[in-house]
C-alpha cells in the first residue's frame, strides 16, 4: 500500500503529531502526557479531552514545524505525494499570538515540509457562525499562499448547518475547497444539508449517507467526496471496521479519499488505512487504485501535480510486478 500514489486530504495538526514527539514537547513544557483512547465504546468527550490535552504540547512555532515536518515525513513513507493539513488556528492562538500568527506558523510549516503541502481553516461546529466567518475572512486572506480550504470540525452535532453559509461563501469566493466534518454522528439529512447550504466540496467521514439513496445519489451527482478515516469509528461505536459502507457509497457512485484524521489518537497511518480497505473490506487492486486517485482528484493539489499523481497511481495498478502484502501468506500492514 505504501507504493501506491495518493494524497492525504484529512489530517488534524495535534492529530498529526508522532507519540514520541507528545512525549517529548510533554516533557519540554512540563505537562502530563494523556492517556490512550478507549478501544471501543468511547464518547466524543473522550476523545475531545484527550486531543485538547495533546494540543497544549504545542507552544511555539517551532514546536509547529516540527510537527507538521514529521507529519509529512510519515505521509510522504506511505506515499502520499500531496498533503492536507486542517488546523483550527483558535486552539492556538493563545500560545502563538494570536489567530493570524498561528495560522502563519502552520503555513511556514506546510511550506518547508518534504512533500507539497496545502492548509485547510477550519472553525469548529461548537463554536459561533459568527467565529466562522471571521476564520473564512483569515482564510481567504491567505488563499493562493498555502490556504487551500476552509471547514468546520470537531462535533457537528452542534450548531445549526445553514447558518454557516456566509462563512463558506466567503470561502467559496476566495476560491478555497469547502471540507466541513459531516455525516459521524448525524444522519444522511446534515450531510444533504452540508452540499445544499454550504456547497461543500468534500465532507469529513459522512459515511451517514450510505443509509440514503437520495443522498448517495446526490454525492455522486454533485461528485462531493467523502474523507473515510476507517480507523476514526469503531473508538466511538459509529462503525465497527468490518460495518464501514465503503462498498456501498462506491457502488453509487460517491467519490472516496481515505485519509487518517488523528493518527496520533487512532493509531494507523495513511498506507495502513488503505490496508483496512484491502484486509478488512475486501477492496481489490483496481479499486484501491480508485481511492488513491479519487484522493488527489479531489485535493486542492496543483493540476500538474494531480496529473503527476494520477499518472504515478495509473501505473502502479498495471505494473506486474509482485507487491509485498498481497501475497496470501503476508501479514496485513495496518
Ligand atoms: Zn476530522
Not at 488546523?87 to 515540509?113: N, W
Not at 479531489?298 to 509482485?322: F, I, N
Amino acid at each position: 500500500m505504501r507504493g501506491l500514489p495518493k494524497a492525504q486530504l484529512h489530517l488534524h495538526l495535534t492529530g498529526a503529531m508522532r507519540p514520541a514527539t507528545l512525549r517529548d514537547l510533554a516533557g519540554r513544557h512540563g505537562l502530563a502526557i494523556p492517556p490512550p483512547l478507549p478501544p471501543a465504546a468511547g464518547t466524543w468527550a473522550d476523545f475531545q479531552d484527550r486531543y485538547d490535552a495533546a494540543r497544549q504540547a504545542i507552544r511555539t512555532p517551532a514546536d509547529v514545524a516540527r510537527v507538521i515536518a514529521e507529519a509529512a515525513d510519515d505521509d510522504a513513507a506511505d506515499g502520499c505525494g500531496w498533503l492536507e493539513l486542517q488546523v483550527d488556528p483558535t486552539s492556538y492562538a493563545a500560545a502563538l499570538g494570536g489567530l493570524a500568527p498561528a495560522l502563519e506558523a502552520v503555513l511556514a510549516g506546510a511550506h518547508a515540509a518534504a512533500i507539497p503541502a496545502g492548509v485547510v481553516v477550519a472553525s469548529s461546529w461548537t463554536r459561533s457562525p459568527e467565529h466562522a466567518t471571521t476564520l473564512a475572512r483569515l482564510a481567504a486572506t491567505y488563499a493562493g499562499h498555502g490556504v487551500v480550504g476552509f471547514g468546520l470540525s470537531n462535533d457537528e452535532r452542534h450548531g445549526n448547518v445553514a447558518d454557516f453559509a456566509p462563512a463558506f461563501a466567503i470561502a467559496a469566493e476566495a476560491g478555497l475547497l469547502g471540507v466541513p466534518h459531516s455525516g459521524f454522528y448525524t444522519g444522511a439529512e446534515h450531510v444533504r444539508a452540508c452540499v445544499e447550504h454550504l456547497h461543500a466540496a468534500r465532507l469529513g467521514h459522512g459515511t451517514a449517507a450510505a443509509n440514503d439513496p437520495a443522498t448517495r445519489d446526490l454525492l455522486a451527482e454533485r461528485q462531493v467526496a467523502l474523507e473515510i478515516c476507517p480507523t476514526s469509528y469503531p473508538p466511538f461505536g459509529v462503525h465497527e471496521l468490518t460495518d464501514i459502507p465503503l462498498r456501498t457509497l462506491l457502488d453509487a457512485g460517491v467519490p472516496v479519499a481515505v485519509a487518517t484524521d488523528d493518527p496520533l489518537l487512532f493509531g494507523v497511518g495513511l498506507a495502513g488505512q488503505y490496508s483496512i480497505c484491502r484486509d478488512v473490506l475486501g477492496l481489490t487492486d483496481a479499486e484501491l487504485a480508485g481511492l488513491a486517485a479519487a484522493s488527489i482528484r479531489h485535493s486542492a493539489a496543483p493540476q500538474p501535480l494531480k496529473a503527476e499523481l494520477l499518472r504515478r497511481a495509473e501505473r502502479w495498478l498495471t505494473d506486474e510486478s509482485p507487491r509485498p502484502g498481497t501475497a496470501p501468506s503476508a501479514p496485513a500492514r495496518c
